[in-house]
């Protein structure tokens, strides 16, 4: 396990206190005093962080498609490729089993963390550090936004996508569930037939699994399988 200073220069802020920052990191599978509290604050936290940043940037942005760019934002998934980027695996206290059956790099436990580390840094410095944080974070992801790009879910751009090009609606479905119903995991995948792609998504609910399905179907498409179909 990385010291968590590492984990500090990463986000950019230094804890004072740092049992809280080690509390933003413990699951609830590894002791009492763990995470979920911090976690719930972290996720208001971090909708008006981004909400506020989106009004800010793209004022030519409806009311919806403001709503719809913050859900993809701050949704599990993107969530978890942050996490991802900061190897916030390497810093999880969780419980023998958890890590046993891959929990640190369960895509909803490392979001549900780096929800509660938003909180730990508002919970101790306010709102203006937290956004700070949330903003660093975030950066990679803002600079590159378009409205192309994240208006749109990607079930909806991939649906789009195949209309364009006079193809089938793409199929969805369950192929696998895991998990105790409060810690459900789902696995669904997307299936374009006529584009020969079958990709999976996994996450905590089936609309974030075909979420993610729909992405990486996108990412197949556009690698020129799409052009291949229309050829």
């Known amino acids: 396990m990385l010291n968590l200073s590492m984990l500090e220069s990463r986000i950019g802020y230094e804890f004072r206190d740092k049992k809280l920052l080690r509390r933003a990191v413990t699951h609830r599978s590894f002791a009492q005093e763990h995470n979920e509290r911090l976690e719930f604050l972290g996720d208001s936290v971090l909708n008006c962080v981004i909400g506020y940043a989106l009004f800010l940037r793209d004022r030519h942005f409806t009311e919806g498609e403001l709503s719809r760019v913050r859900a993809n934002l701050v949704c599990e998934k993107t969530l978890h490729d942050l996490a991802l980027t900061l190897d916030l695996s390497s810093f999880l206290f969780m419980g023998e089993g958890e890590l046993k059956t891959g929990g640190a790099r369960r895509a909803s436990i490392l979001a549900d963390a780096m929800e509660a580390i938003f909180g730990a840094v508002f919970f101790e410095a306010g709102f203006e550090e937290a956004q700070k944080v949330v903003l660093r974070v975030y950066e990679p992801i803002l600079s590159s936004l378009t409205p192309e790009t994240f208006s749109k879910d990607p079930k909806t751009r991939l649906q789009e996508m195949l209309q364009g090009s006079h193809l089938p609606r793409p199929a969805y479905a369950i192929v ?56």
């Open 176 to 231: 696998n569930t895991t998990g105790a119903a409060h810690q459900r995991s789902f696995t669904c995948e997307c299936r374009i037939e006529s584009a020969g792609v079958l990709t999976y998504g996994k996450a905590s609910s089936r609309r974030a699994a075909e979420q993610e399905a729909a992405a990486l179907a996108i990412e197949e498409l556009s690698k020129g399988k799409l052009n291949a179909v229309r050829g």
